[in-house]
């Protein structure tokens, strides 16, 4: 890999990475329409419908965001063998996205979250999705895709929704085979397997998620606390690095026994919805690249906030983002070193 010594370095070595994202996959619906008038038939607005879309949700958007960043993402799941699975993978392939690890079950449903707006505000959400874990023959052709792509990947994200795509089992079988070849492995965790994912090389929670993986209560405020709970986690997950985000309040990040807290920049938010996806591309792409974790955790929270001013669930701009680091001096205010 060439040298990176520069943030233009850095972003031009993203193009060179393969990124390979396991984990619960879905389709994000959306109906967007314009309201005026309560509907006489219970106390809820009447929506009149101007546009439909479809897009990728879940681990995919995490692969859109890790394709907008100039990787080559290699997405692997488990769908359902639906009209929803079939749309899924037309939209997988109208976006460019290899669906060779995509793996379809007549036994599962594809998930889909149908999201109805009006006037840039969401008024409803209804989902339909599947939530038990796989059968044997299920994850034994999803770790077989795994096994395949694995071999050309620079780095792995776990993409974890609590669809079922993930067992303890199936867990420990992949971290195995990341470790055994020396690919590092980053995590975003939901709270059924949180504690599962022992010898990682980066967990990702953010604030909720930690409480309730640890089921820990403590005031958002309290920062003994909150950071004593990090160095739990880092102990029972046997885990160095550990990047926690705060919402409004930007990231944390742990590095063995060094802490450092990120604030947010300053943002016309409109949406939070994907900007954990985000965050979590542009940390496994930093990962992959061997850069400071201060580095790691400043361009991650700066792209986390990028995508918040967008409605809907965005892919980040890697030029704005790009922009946005060299105006505020990243490169040069996080120490860089290549481990």
């Known amino acids: 890999m060439n040298q990176i010594n520069s943030l233009e370095s850095i972003f031009e070595a993203f193009n060179r990475l393969n990124v390979l994202v396991v984990g619960d996959v879905m389709i994000d ?12 038939e219970a106390p809820v607005p009447i929506v009149n419908v101007v546009k439909r879309e479809k897009r990728l949700g879940g681990a995919a958007n995490v692969a859109l965001n890790v394709q907008a ?14 009209q929803d699975g ?10 460019g996205l290899s669906t060779e690890g995509i793996v379809q079950s007549p036994e599962r449903v594809t ?3 149908h999201r109805i707006i009006a006037g840039a505000q969401q008024l409803l959400r209804v989902d339909a999705e599947i939530e038990h874990n796989l059968t044997d023959y299920e994850e034994r052709y999803l770790e077989e895709r795994f096994v395949h792509l694995l071999e050309k990947a620079d780095v792995v994200i776990f993409e974890d929704y609590d669809k079922g795509v993930f067992s303890e089992r199936n867990i420990r ?28 090389t980066l967990f990702k929670p953010n604030l909720k998620e930690l409480k309730e993986g640890l089921k820990a209560d403590f005031a958002d405020e309290n920062l003994p606390a909150f950071e004593d709970a990090v160095e739990e986690l880092q102990e029972r997950l046997q885990v160095k690095q550990v990047l926690v985000t705060l919402s409004e309040r930007g990231v944390f990040v742990a590095d063995g026994a060094a802490k ?8 016309s938010i409109s949406d939070v919805s994907g900007a954990g996806d985000t965050v979590i591309s542009i940390a496994a792409l930093c990962m992959a690249l061997k850069t400071s974790v201060h580095f790691m955790a400043g ?24 922009e946005e680091a060299q105006r505020i001096r990243l490169f040069e205010t996080h120490e860089h070193r290549i481990a």
């Not at 959306?30 to 008038?37: D, E």
């Not at 195995?176 to 397997?193: E, M, T, W, Y």
């Not at 450092?260 to 920049?265: F, G, R």
């Open 260 to 267: 450092t807290y990120i604030e947010a920049h300053r943002r």
């Open 111 to 113: 998930t889909i979250k």
């Open 299 to 322: 361009l991650s929270n700066l792209g986390g906030g990028l995508v918040c001013e967008q409605v809907g669930v965005v892919p980040v701009d890697k030029q704005r983002l790009y």
């Open 69 to 82: 960043m100039g990787a080559t993402p290699l997405l692997c799941s488990v769908i359902g063998d639906d």
């Open 173 to 200: 079988r992949f971290l195995d085979l990341a470790n055994q070849r020396g690919v590092p492995s980053v995590i975003d965790p939901k709270k059924k397997n949180f504690l599962s994912y022992v010898g990682c």
């Open 29 to 40: 619906s959306y109906l967007w329409g314009k309201t005026s008038r309560i509907s006489p």
């Open 86 to 95: 079939a749309d899924y993978l037309r939209l997988m392939e109208d976006r």
